[in-house]
């Protein structure tokens, strides 16, 4: 199989990643026969410096022309501490997920074995933990009308929705419920919101076409109080664009640690892999970043975009390999991680190789 990957570390500890995730797989086309040719592009804070626009053109024309995007993160501290600053990195974000029609964003929360111990979850409580989760990405208060009023003292954010912007999330959401364990989970805030009135009223009537699938339909406040006191009650979640943002942020605890998520932001075009921690620049430059979630990102990329199972899951295997040998980078390593066990960014990244 040829294919051609599009690489955007973009800011912070992104850079350093998304290097380990394209190795994994050039490692993976030397392995299975592949050819994978490869390009990069700027976006976030260094294409702001470099172009003065957080989503350059060529960027955006080089993410339509390939095949997969392996993306890193963007972001950083000085618009975090400059609300007035009119052009921000996050911009670059939300551009590409409207341009290339990314509507559904896909983060699996699985927990390995051997990290049991790094959540401060107890144990009992999450082993055996594995959701899906299904984040609408183009709609919401991300993107609806927004400014300030009163002389400056007023601000708002409207969230808006459309019917067909939730039946196709909705969709998708039932289509992979089908094939797990065939329970789906709506998330909403119907008690307070029209929008979320919208949302479950199309939910339910999409479930019609998928009488298997059990669905239960949770406000977004108890379902975040449910993911912490019994996770594996959960298999697939969909949800909004500001809930999903949140709540999968607080289900990184189940999995140990934001370093061991990947996900997968797909549409109608070329799909978008990237880990779900930020660009953390407290980090950027150390050496320390875990790059697990950009390895399963490249996985999920292997699967989803290219249809190589075997491919993506001995991606997989080799972290769990690795996991089970007691390799740990610092956000996963415990009181009983030995010294010599806690690697860096490139020698972790080198252990998964090793185990392909």
Known sequence: MKKHILIVPGDGIGQEVTAVGKKVLDKIAAKFGHEFTYDSALIGHVAIEATG?????????????????????????????????????????????????????????????????????????????????????????????????????????????????????????????????????????????????????????????????????????????????????????VTANLFGDILTDEASQIAGSMGMLASASIGDGTGVYEPIHGSAHDITGKGVANPLASILSAALLLDISFGLKAESDALINAVDKVLKAGFRTRDIADSQTASNMVLGTEAMGEQVLNNI
């Not at 950083?76 to 911009?91: F, G, I, L, S």
Request: with cysteine; glycine share 4%.
């Open 53 to 237: 626009n957080p989503l350059p053109e060529e960027t955006l024309q080089k993410m339509k022309s390939s095949d997969a995007v392996l993306f890193g993160a963007v972001g950083h501290p000085k618009y975090d501490n400059d609300p007035t600053a009119k052009v921000r990195p996050e911009q670059g974000l939300l551009k590409m997920r409207k341009e290339l029609g990314l509507y559904a964003n896909l983060r699996p929360i699985k927990l390995f074995d051997e990290l049991l111990s790094a959540s401060s979850i107890k144990p009992e409580i999450l082993k055996g933990a594995d959701i899906l989760f299904f984040r609408e990405l183009t709609g919401d208060i991300y993107f609806g009308e927004k400014g300030r009023k009163n002389n400056g003292d007023t601000a708002f954010d409207m969230a808006e929705y459309s019917r067909y912007e939730v039946e196709r999330i909705a969709r998708k959401a039932f289509e992979a419920a089908m094939t797990r364990k065939k329970k789906l989970c709506s998330v909403d805030k119907a008690n307070v919101l029209e929008t979320s009135r919208l949302w479950r009223e199309v939910v339910q009537k999409v479930a019609l076409e998928y009488p298997e699938v059990e669905v239960e339909h949770q406000f977004v406040d108890a379902t975040a109080m449910l993911l912490i006191k019994d996770p594996c009650r959960f298999d697939v979640v």
